[in-house]
């Protein structure tokens, strides 16, 4: 449901609103008739939680996690991995840096296990 107010806060109109869902996106589309509101289309990017580390996306983090990003960081072909759970030290890019992080995590080093949490994106 979505409000209109006026110049006072007071709601004034509330309507319905329908929407398409495509996963991480929802797209609402209403119409305010009388309103500057009308025909407004509203795409919202819905957070999603990422198990940092776990590249394939099955739920763990384990030594195929590991292997994929050293092959994704050394460009091998065809290797497909998830990019938001793969940039474990957070500076927008999968590398090298990455796939160590997750090699010594995997291998036990101690502090290396405060990379390995789940966050929002």
Do not use: P
Request: with cysteine; charged share 25%.
């Amino acid at each position: 449901m979505v409000c209109s107010k006026d110049s006072d806060h007071n709601v004034v109109e509330t309507v319905d609103t329908t929407f398409t869902d495509d996963g991480n996106k929802r797209t609402y589309v209403d119409s305010f008739s009388g309103t500057s509101f009308e025909n407004q289309t509203i795409t919202v990017n819905m957070a999603e939680e990422v198990l940092m580390g776990d590249v394939n996306s099955n739920g763990t983090v384990d030594s195929i996690d590991a292997m994929l990003l050293s092959r994704y960081a050394a460009a091998w072909v065809n290797i497909v991995i998830d990019l938001k759970s793969a940039d474990l030290n957070g500076d927008d890019t999968v590398d090298n840096a990455d796939a160590m992080i997750l090699a010594r995590y995997i291998a036990g080093w101690e502090g290396y296990d405060a990379y390995i949490v789940t966050k929002t994106v």
